[in-house]
């Protein structure tokens, strides 16, 4: 059965690089049909969509974040990673990935991140 | 951006009843969308994709209705364990979900 796993630090500093992988166990990341995804999900607040990535490289980025996101996937690992540059207290959240074809099917138990100084 | 609205925010319902709740967008978005549970502390689960289609190892007493911009997921007969808070979501163009419907006993 396909599970996913976010891990990282559980706190940045403001103006500093967030990241997070998330391994993938009992499947393939290299799937021809499958994106991987990461979403967010702010303290007591609704979803937002990050960004999703295939296997082969082709990535999608939420317009309100591409400037500081970058995805990838690590094929060898079976490992989808995250950066997110310059966070601000904003940015607190819980990070989850996700395996996506057009809708969300299967998802990692998230990960919290705070931002304080 | 299409964005999605919810309503009510807040059900209130007993278990045993039926729950309707209500999902409206922007603007089309054809049969591509999908409603979520989630649970405190747990992850997003999917429930109905396409509008109308159940997951896999959905119960039956979830269905999901609606085109263009008007959806509706039904719960015909409230569990315990439905009670939680759901989310719509669109995939026309970017993902984007709606702020959700609170289901409280």
């Known amino acids: 059965q396909l599970q996913l796993q976010e891990s990282g630090p559980g706190l940045v500093r403001p103006s500093e690089t967030l990241s997070l992988t998330c391994t993938v166990s009992?499947?393939?990341?290299?799937?021809?049909?499958?994106?991987w995804a990461w979403v967010r999900q702010p303290p007591g607040r609704g979803l937002e969509w990050i960004g999703s990535m295939s296997y082969s490289g082709s990535t999608y980025y939420n317009p309100s974040l591409k400037t500081r996101i970058t995805i990838f996937v690590d094929t060898a690992k079976n490992q989808l990673s995250l950066r997110l540059y310059s966070v601000t207290a904003a940015d607190t959240a819980v990070y989850y990935c996700?395996?996506?074809?057009?809708?969300?099917?299967?998802w990692g138990p998230g990960a919290l991140v705070g931002v304080f100084s | 951006e299409i964005v999605l609205t919810q309503s009510p925010a807040t059900l209130s319902l007993s278990p045993g009843e039926r729950a309707t709740l209500s999902c409206r967008a922007s603007?089309?978005?054809?049969?591509?969308l999908a409603w979520f549970q989630q649970k405190p502390g747990q992850a997003p689960r999917l429930l109905i994709y396409d509008a109308s289609n159940r997951a896999t190892g959905i119960p039956a007493r979830f269905s999901g209705s609606g085109s263009g911009t008007d959806f509706t997921l039904t719960i015909s007969s409230l569990e315990p364990e439905d009670f939680a808070v759901y989310y719509c979501?669109?995939?026309?163009?970017?993902?984007?979900f709606g702020q959700g419907t609170r289901l409280e006993i």
């Open positions: 979501q669109q995939r026309s163009n970017w993902p984007t």
């Open positions: 009992g499947g393939s990341i290299s799937s021809d049909t499958y994106y």
């Open positions: 996700a395996r996506f074809y057009w809708y969300f099917d299967v």
């Open positions: 603007q089309s978005v054809s049969s591509y």
